[in-house]
């Protein structure tokens, strides 16, 4: 015979295993929102600061002359990367205004329930 804190123990590794079956608690929902808010933003600014970060250094390679002899070519290459990385944050912050803007209303809702309750 099984005692209760068996009972319990199998109780909890049996819900590990059983899928959600309910839907969605607030809570669940507003982080998910919020992910949604975030994340388009937070990859953009690592993808564009990476590659205006990629294009400046090979700039500054071709500037000082380490992969060829264009220092012309490598100051042009620099001043763009420069100006890409200059971008990345306006951009990124525009990008998330802007989500946040379009997802306000249900994020404000699902936390005003959230707190009320």
Known sequence: MMTNAEKKQVAKIKGQYVAN??????????????????LP???????FGTIGALVL??????AMEVIGDLMALGIVVGVVGIGLVSLTYPIY??????RKNKYAKQIIGLSDSLLNE
């Open 57 to 62: 250094g090979t700039g500054m390679c071709l």
């Open 21 to 38: 079956e309910g839907a969605k608690t607030k809570m669940e929902e507003l982080k998910e929102l919020h992910k949604k808010v975030k």
């Open 41 to 47: 933003a937070r990859i953009f600014g690592y993808v």
């Open 93 to 98: 912050k525009k990008m998330l205004k802007s």
